[in-house]
Nanobody, 120 residues
């Protein structure tokens, strides 16, 4: 079993900042890509940012220049620094990790989700 635990969500005013964290633990053999997705009510879940094992990144156009994804491979942890937050960033944010378990099977694992609300 592989578990992802997210933290860092909350309520902030427009223009504010939040830092999300996601730590993977359990029967992990190796971790490849790590990423963040978000989902607003009535909308599909969509990719926000992704980072590969080697540190290459991709961002949704809506967050470029405002969000930064990073990872600490020694801690099996991925972060999302969110600056200049806008009301349209309001959503549940989910961590995603592509990993091999100790049987060498590769799966996408998901965190429990953390609410980010941007409002005056």
């Amino acid at each position: 079993q592989v578990q992802l635990v997210e933290s860092g969500g909350g309520l902030v005013q427009p223009g504010g900042s939040l830092r999300l964290s996601c730590a993977a633990s359990g029967s992990i053999f190796s971790i490849n890509d790590m990423g963040w997705y978000h989902q607003a009510p009535g909308k599909q879940r969509e990719l926000v940012a992704l980072i590969t094992r080697g540190g290459r990144t991709n961002y949704a156009d809506s967050v470029k220049g405002r969000f930064t994804i990073s990872r600490d491979n020694a801690k099996n942890t991925v972060y999302l620094q969110m600056n200049s937050l806008k009301p349209e960033d309001t959503a549940v944010y989910y961590c995603n990790v592509r990993a091999r378990n100790t049987f060498r099977d590769e799966y996408d694992y998901w965190g429990q989700g953390t609410q980010v609300t941007v409002s005056s």
